[in-house]
């Protein structure tokens, strides 16, 4: 069973999404979703100053096995990316919810984040998938 921080939302595509507090959300992918992928090869993230829609594919992981989008679960400003991944993506493998984020986003509508599922829905969620 793939570990579930509980400081973290997330969405049924297997984004998370960490609210910093001071209006920005952290999003990545969760560590069950970098085991399915395998050895992540290539990262494209968005870019700063990007605005991206909650829903919307924004980024692409990419594994020796299959290349996955990434969808934003908040809308919002793109505020920060994190580029060393470009040049070591499998920090995400290593590190999903640590030094594996993805990207920041400065959210419009906080409401957006009470539509994410919590610790407990997400790993409900993956119960059902493994059956």
């Known amino acids: 069973m793939s570990e579930i921080p509980g400081d973290l939302k997330f969405m049924k595509s297997h984004e998370w999404a960490r609210v910093e507090g001071d209006g920005k959300v952290t999003v990545g992918i969760s560590d069950h979703a970098q085991g399915l992928l395998g050895d ?11 605005r991206v829609e909650a829903g919307n594919a924004c ?8 290349a996955s989008d990434v969808y934003a679960p908040v809308s919002g400003t793109v505020v920060a990316v ?10 995400i ?4 919810y640590g030094e594996g984020w993805l990207f920041v986003v400065e959210i419009e509508d906080t409401d957006q984040l009470n539509e994410l599922l919590g610790p407990d829905d997400y790993a409900e969620l993956l119960e059902g998938e493994d059956h």
Do not use: I
Not at 82 to 91: G, M, S
Not at 93 to 96: I, L, Q, V, Y
């Open 40 to 50: 992540l090869v290539y990262v494209e993230l968005p870019n700063v100053g990007d």
């Open 59 to 66: 980024a692409v992981v990419e594994s020796v096995k299959a």
């Open 82 to 91: 994190n580029a060393p991944l470009t040049d070591k993506p499998e920090t």
């Open 93 to 96: 493998n290593e590190d999903a």
